[in-house]
């Protein structure tokens, strides 16, 4: 329940390291140094930037509609905030308990479109107007691909809860109080015909992922749903810096302007915790227990030890962070796509794909009673 | 339908690589290019890590004929006024001084004797053409290395090389006078005696103007021997006196730009000028190859201000 | 936990401003808020019967039913608005006189 | 229990204020906001009311389905042209009028009625416990099997509302 003491600061944290991060990933990308003057490598720079945009000026353009245009940096960042409420944390820490987790993730995806649009409307400006609908059209339509590949992963786990879900992508599947019909043995790869028991081995071979060997596509769909959920390149269409300036929040500064790009990357590390707990097995450890060599038992405390949540914690955060690196080696890696093109990979590419997996993933349930 | 897995296939195959091209260049950011200037062998060796360098604090050599900032060693100089002339974008302003003898010689042996009041290059109009280089008779001006030399005002783009202090522009200008006024004692010597001439402007009563007036006359009467008489020498001395006490006046209130009242002429008297100097008294033993020319721009602004 | 009259209290005030928007309110799609409101209403009433049988949970079925229902209709009356706002370029809803075309 | 008791009145007053302020803006765009607002505090009354998935169906379908909507309902009915987007008023007395009778006439009724008295309520208050993680599996069992055909028919009116809005509101084909 006390996760968002947790996650506030961290968020904040997270964020300074994250643009430090994404600035050096550029940097080693295209050749360059990147930040070298601010303190040692220019670690310090991000916190400078900080410095200097919370003692920038709060402008309001004068045509701006005041209200919407004020509200709207609260509204995200609110918005992308409480998502962090129902994640789980380590094994024996976690958000809130609501057995609507996965769902209640969705809906706030789909909240953070009503932010986009009272910052787009509310700037009164061209460029504002069209980043926003575009953020719009662009959100609204990832978000069936999201959910349909989400949903997979929710057949397969047979519950929304993401506690559930990572309980049982681990070797402490029955240390969970689960609900009747509920899975509480692995096999390799699901199949339970194929008759070798994966619960005791747990690591990387109980993660959702491998449990399900289809998932890996579907894990790749969600991340594909997920960049342009956060308005990553390449589907950064609705800030757009070369045709749009800087597409909804191009009117803001000062603190605002950082409070959105707050909301953008704690949004980065929202999907990204979403992903791992989905498919890359929560907060188990990757490694698998061997014969004697009990490498996941060692790697992960028992739930509710000292040692299950540093383990858990850790294992969960790094798993975390290393997507967040990800996208952000895919953002500088691809061209941003055009609209039509945008458009033509959600609906004709990744939602059809995405509805196979979710038959196929029912016919793997079915193997795998 | 074939072309739809065609665009899938194509689409997975060109995301792969080019994750793989960027990923390449993540690991290779761990070595980074040394400053090492194109004369080194091993320059193209190295293909892959970071090409940039940290400026400020690396940078690459630069040739040793390399052609940026420029530099007057001012004690070569002889204030011959070219590179003034060349310069396509007007960055040298040069105040040159008549000094009354040779003042000295450059290291080449040219003698020097003209005194820099003012040699100033303006590296923020300079559009780094090196023409002034090239017509510099004793190259004393030269195109340095130094490339970075950015500034917050744009007025310090502006370099000075003359190391004459105001006290001593004041002193040599006033030498300069003196022998004016001594020539102009002359001449007004050999008017008395000479058939009369017009001579425009002559007879304006203002004290402090009138010997550079005067000057001209002087240098009209070309194949006149010089024959100082008593009481024309008496008389310049007395506006020698005038005169110094309007050019002390003069010098407090705008040290730099004032004394050039003295050398205010008009376009067409600049060849005058040189025939004059041709006659000059002065001993020239090696006379510079190009004749100073004393001023070029100022004397306009004056001619306005007189008026 | 909270008497059930209170949810239906809560429920009636919106049902009235529901009402009251859809009355007085001109533009077209202000009226539509008015009835989204309206159905929130009777949603609500439905949730609140609902809590007093855990098991069966018809009324939170119903609800469920009634907000697919809500989205579907909001989708075609916000197609009809655009509609009639391209053929009497207008989208307040007493300028437009005549439905024939 | 007082602190949910408090929680739940705040909702509902920021459910009922944000429905007034509906009532009384004159700019469409902050209806349609406010109308969020609305939709939100009903939605956390859902979860009061034991029923957690309705409440964020509710927020996924209201908030990020219809609202958006409207807000781009709002905005292509409008000229883009600076000035505000307001709505004007009419049968002012007649709206109040019906809707404030329509108000005490439910209450009355309700509290007349007195529906915490009803013998079913009676008996499902005694055997309610609180919110237990089993209602998605409850609805999710009721809509494979008792309400197979609603859920079917709404998926066939959504099909059906999706091709119908997508048609009526597509530009007029040039012949």
Redesign the interface.
């Given at each position: 329940m006390t996760t968002f003491l947790f996650f506030l600061p961290f968020l904040l944290v997270y964020t300074v390291f994250a643009v430090y991060a994404e600035r050096k990933?550029s940097?080693?990308?295209?050749?360059?140094?990147g930040p070298?003057e601010a303190g040692y490598y220019g670690i310090a720079q991000t916190v400078a930037d900080l410095l200097k945009l919370l003692q920038k000026e709060d402008i309001v353009p004068a045509a701006a509609d005041r209200k919407l245009f004020l509200a709207a940096p609260i509204v995200i960042f609110t918005v992308v905030f409480a998502g962090f409420a129902v994640l789980p944390l380590t094994s024996g820490y976690a958000g809130s308990t609501a057995e609507v987790g996965v769902f209640y993730l969705l809906a706030i995806i789909s909240l953070d479109v009503i932010g986009i649009l009272m910052a787009g409307w509310g700037s009164n400006s061209k460029y504002a107007l069209f980043g926003a609908l575009r953020a719009v059209a662009q959100i609204i339509s990832y978000e069936i691909p999201l959910g349909l590949s989400i949903l997979c992963v929710v057949m397969i786990s047979q519950t929304l809860d993401l506690q559930e879900i990572s309980f049982q992508q681990g070797i402490w599947i029955h240390d969970k109080p689960t609900y009747p019909g509920l899975l509480q043995e692995n096999y390799l790869f699901g199949l339970k015909a194929l008759g070798i028991e994966t619960t005791h081995i747990g690591g990387i071979l109980t993660w959702n992922i491998f449990r399900m060997p289809l998932f890996f596509i579907a894990f790749i769909i969600f991340f594909i749903a997920s960049l342009a959920e956060c308005n990553r390149a390449p589907f950064d269409l609705p800030e757009a810096e070369s045709e749009l300036i800087g597409g909804f929040h191009t009117e803001y500064s000062g603190f605002r302007w950082a409070l959105i790009m707050l909301s953008e990357y704690g949004m980065m590390l929202l999907v990204s915790f979403l992903g791992a707990i989905l498919f890359l097995g929560s907060w188990n450890t990757p490694l698998p227990n061997m014969g004697v060599v009990k490498l996941a038992e060692w790697t992960s405390g028992s739930p509710g030890s000292v040692a299950g949540h540093l383990w858990g914690g850790f294992w969960l955060i790094s798993k975390a962070l290393i997507l967040v690196l990800v996208q952000m080696?895919?953002r500088?890696?691809?061209p941003r796509l055009r609209v039509d093109q945008l458009m033509a990979l959600c609906w004709?590419?990744l939602i059809p794909a995405s509805l196979i997996l979710l038959l196929l993933s029912g016919v793997w349930r079915l193997l795998m009673i | 339908m074939n072309t739809?897995w065609l665009?899938?296939k194509y689409a997975v195959s060109s995301?792969y690589t080019?994750?793989k091209?960027?990923?390449r260049?993540?690991l290779?950011?761990n070595e980074?290019r040394k400053p090492i200037g194109m004369a080194d062998t091993t320059y193209f060796q190295q293909q892959t890590?970071?090409?940039?360098l940290?400026y400020p604090h690396q940078s690459i050599a630069v040739p040793d004929n390399g052609r940026y900032r420029l530099h007057n060693e001012i004690d070569d100089c002889i204030v011959c006024d070219k590179c003034a002339k060349i310069c396509p974008v007007n960055c040298i302003e040069i105040e040159p001084i008549r000094a009354v003898e040779e003042i000295g010689k450059t290291s080449d042996g040219t003698s020097k004797r003209i005194y820099a009041a003012k040699f100033d290059i303006d590296m923020g109009k300079c559009c780094f053409c090196g023409l002034c280089t090239t017509v510099c008779p004793t190259e004393c001006l030269t195109m340095t290395k130094a490339y970075d030399f950015s500034e917050y005002d744009v007025a310090d783009h502006n370099y000075a090389f003359a190391e004459m202090t105001p006290l001593e522009i004041l002193e040599k200008k006033q030498k300069l006078e003196v022998f004016a006024r001594e020539k102009e004692a002359k001449a007004a010597a050999l008017k008395a005696n000479a058939p009369k001439e017009d001579t425009p402007g002559a007879g304006i009563p203002k004290p402090s103007f009138k010997p550079k007036l005067n000057v001209r006359p002087v240098a009209k009467p070309l194949n006149i021997e010089e024959k100082p008489a008593d009481d024309a020498k008496a008389m310049a001395l007395e506006i020698m006196r005038k005169k110094n006490d309007a050019a002390n006046r003069s010098a407090q209130a705008k040290p730099v730009f004032r004394p050039l009242i003295k050398s205010t002429e008009t376009p067409p008297s600049i060849d005058q000028e040189e025939k004059k100097e041709e006659k000059d008294p002065v001993p020239a033993p090696s006379k510079p190859i190009f004749r100073p020319r004393p001023m070029m721009k100022k004397p306009k602004d004056e001619g306005e201000a007189e008026k | 936990m909270i008497p059930i009259a209170h949810y239906l209290f809560l429920s009636a005030a919106l049902f009235g401003i529901g009402l009251v928007i859809i009355i007085t309110k001109k533009n077209a799609i202000v009226v539509l808020m008015g009835i989204e409101l309206i159905l929130n209403a009777a949603n609500l009433n439905l949730i609140a019967f609902s809590q007093y049988d855990p098991t069966l949970i018809q009324g939170q079925s119903f609800a469920l039913f009634v907000i697919i229902i809500a989205a579907a209709e909001a989708a075609v009356a916000l197609a009809i608005i655009l509609k009639v706002y391209h053929f009497y370029n207008t989208s307040v809803l007493h300028e437009v006189h005549n439905l024939g075309d | 229990m007082i602190f949910q008791q408090v929680v739940f009145y705040c909702f509902a007053a920021t459910a009922i204020i944000s429905a007034l302020a509906i009532l009384t803006t004159r700019n469409v765009l902050y209806a349609a906001f406010l109308l969020m607002i609305t939709f939100l505090s009903i939605a956390a009354i859902y979860v009061f009311a034991a029923a957690e998935f309705i409440a964020i169906a509710q927020i996924m379908v209201y908030v990020g389905g219809i609202l958006v909507l409207m807000v781009f309902g709002v905005m292509l009915t409008n000229r883009i042209s600076g000035a505000a987007v307001t709505t004007g008023n009419h049968h002012r007395f007649w709206g109040l009028f019906i809707g404030i009778s329509f108000f005490t006439l439910i209450c009355t009724v309700i509290i007349k009625a007195n529906f915490g008295q009803l013998p079913w309520i009676m008996s499902g208050r005694e055997t309610y416990t609180a919110p237990v993680g089993t209602a998605i599996n409850n609805i999710g069992i009721k809509l494979m099997t008792d309400f197979i055909l609603p859920f079917e028919i709404a998926a066939i009116i959504l099909l059906l509302a999706l091709l119908g809005a997508a048609f009526v509101a597509r530009k007029p084909q040039k012949n």
């Open positions: 990933v940097a080693f990308i295209q050749d360059r140094l070298m080696w895919i500088w890696t691809y004709k590419y | 739809y665009n899938i995301l080019g994750l091209l960027s990923f260049h993540i290779e950011a980074s890590g970071i090409v940039t940290q | - | -």
